[in-house]
């Protein structure tokens, strides 16, 4: 099975290769059906991935009202304030 990134990759070159259309009518019903495919498995497998972080998140002897903030590593330290 292919990875997450891969499958939503996939999934990102199909939408655009019905965007920007001049595909066969055939070609393109199989396109979308791929897609519909893909965007199936990869909702259910995130459906999944929250359902285990949830519960992680409650797991016993954790604080109620801790609060989670993860470090995403999106901003360097020097712009927090």
Known sequence: MRSFEDRLTRLE?????????????????????????????????????????EILLNEPGRKADAVVEPDLGLFPESEEE
Do not use: M, N, Y
């Open 13 to 53: 070159q199909l939408s655009e290769k019905l965007k920007t259309g001049g595909i066969p009518l055939e070609d393109a019903v199989a396109l979308f059906e791929e897609g519909i495919r893909l965007a199936k498995d990869l909702s259910k497998e995130l459906g999944k991935v929250e359902r285990k972080v």
